[in-house]
């Protein structure tokens, strides 16, 4: 019985590993170098959304978001406003893969700061939502506070997965300012310009993984009974 206990083991510490969520896209540190408004039902920033690009090389379940953000106050918005979207494109939205969703936010000092503001990391878990293999394009904004807040920009140090200092970013005011989905660059005088955000998930384990499993520990199970019977 001490292979069966083990394949067990091994079978459930695999399942455990695959089930894990972690880091599965973060565009990386603040750089210093720039700002912009992340911002949504704010007193000065009423509608204020950046996206940037992530891909997933395999289906994904998504169980948080998180943005790291310049705030001109102690007193934090308590909610995280995000979305996902596929298919953006300078002046072209794509299509909506979540919907615009707000979540209860953890704040918490990164120990950084620029611009005469402290950075902070926003992070929210949320309803499970899988993705399929492909590219995608994240928006994370704090909703609400007592002052502005500013997602910052970075060119992927600590980063996680990819597409990492591609550029490849858009921000949608058109609420406020009239314009929709332009290029990052264009409105923050940065090339390329990325931004400090990502998302929490694991991939999710392929049927033929579980199969394998259960074929590997039904097999060692009934080696096992016929030694205990021969025995």
Known sequence: MGILKATLIFGI??????????TAFYGGDFDGRGRFAGQVN??????????????????????????????SSSIHGAQLY????????????????????????????????????????????????????????????????????YLTTTSGTNGVGGP??????YISSFAVFGYNFQPGSNQTGFSPTDWSMGIRGSIVPEP??????TSMSLLLFRRSKKKSIVA
């Open 13 to 22: 510490f695999s399942f455990c590993f695959l089930a894990k969520a972690q």
């Open 42 to 71: 704010g007193t000065t920033f009423i509608d204020f959304r950046i996206y940037d690009d992530f891909t997933v090389s395999a289906p994904t379940t998504v169980t948080g978001v998180f943005g790291n953000f310049l705030d």
């Open 82 to 149: 995000w979305e996902i979207r596929s298919g953006v494109s300078e002046g072209n939205g794509g299509t909506i893969v979540v919907e615009g969703t707000y979540n209860t936010a953890t704040v918490t000092s990164t120990g950084r700061s620029g611009f005469g503001l402290d950075e902070y990391h926003y992070e929210s878990a949320t309803t499970p939502i899988t993705l399929s293999a492909g590219t995608y394009f994240l928006t994370v904004a704090v909703d609400g506070g007592n002052g502005n807040s």
């Open 164 to 169: 990492l200092a591609n550029g490849n970013s």
């Open 208 to 213: 033929s993984t579980y199969i394998v499993l």
